[in-house]
């Protein structure tokens, strides 16, 4: 009796399945592409089908990042309109996914510096070391963080308003002044001792 090999199906091997996977990767990549360059025509429901396609990727990228599922949403929201701004200058020298995870990188850095500042700001130079701060891990700036909200919700009203329109806001003393219906002599009062509340605070915390 003869024996027959059996015949493996189509697509079993490696060589296959790499094979459709890369022709997949590339059916999507001209889909992007040709969604950049009908939105750079003006046909902004082109931008609708890239978040479709991304949206989850991105989340997910972000999330893993910085631990807030909110931050991450802007975040993402943030990739979605420099995406839809640089497609007049989109040219195809990459994978589309290449292409967005560059920016993707940029938002995510960008978004790491402002809170290193913001977070830095609120006291005097060297109560939180920007080295630090740079160094720390994103689970560690995020612990910074909600310690520092906490922080400012136990100052008083009059030291939490004014340190916060000084540093989130750019606002001068005189402005601030005038906002709070008092004069600039209080003002500083009210910053000098916020400050030194935080610094407290933290100096307390990390011994």
């Known amino acids: 009796m003869t024996v027959h090999a059996l015949e493996a199906p189509r697509g079993c091997f490696p060589g296959h399945l790499a094979e459709e996977t890369?022709?997949?990767?590339?059916?999507?990549?001209d889909e992007d592409t040709a969604c950049m360059r009908r939105l750079a025509a003006g046909d902004d429901s082109a931008l609708a089908e890239i978040v479709k396609r991304w949206h989850t990727p991105l989340l997910n990228f972000f999330y893993r990042s910085t631990g807030s599922r909110e931050d991450a949403?802007?975040?993402m929201q943030s990739v979605m309109i420099k995406l839809?701004?640089?497609?007049?200058?989109?040219?195809?020298?990459?994978?589309?996914s290449t292409y967005l995870f560059v920016i993707a990188r940029?938002?995510?850095q960008n978004h790491r510096r402002f809170f290193r500042r913001k977070m830095f700001g609120l006291v005097d130079n060297g109560s939180v070391s920007e080295t630090f701060l740079a160094d720390s891990d994103d689970g560690?700036?995020?612990?910074i963080e909600e310690f520092f909200q906490t922080?400012?919700?136990?100052?008083?009203e009059s030291q939490r308003t004014a340190i916060l329109l000084l540093k989130q806001q750019g606002m001068s003393y005189r402005e601030?002044?005038?906002?709070m219906r008092t004069n600039e002599s209080s003002v500083k009062t009210w910053i000098f001792r916020a400050r030194q509340k935080l610094k407290e605070a933290y100096d307390e915390t990390n011994r």
Do not use: G, N, Q, T
């Open 22 to 29: 890369e022709i997949e990767e590339r059916m999507a990549d």
């Open 73 to 75: 949403e802007d975040l």
């Open 84 to 96: 839809y701004r640089a497609a007049p200058r989109y040219r195809v020298e990459a994978r589309f």
């Open 106 to 108: 940029r938002v995510l």
């Open 140 to 143: 560690k700036v995020r612990e």
């Open 151 to 156: 922080a400012l919700k136990s100052l008083p």
């Open 176 to 179: 601030i002044a005038d906002a």
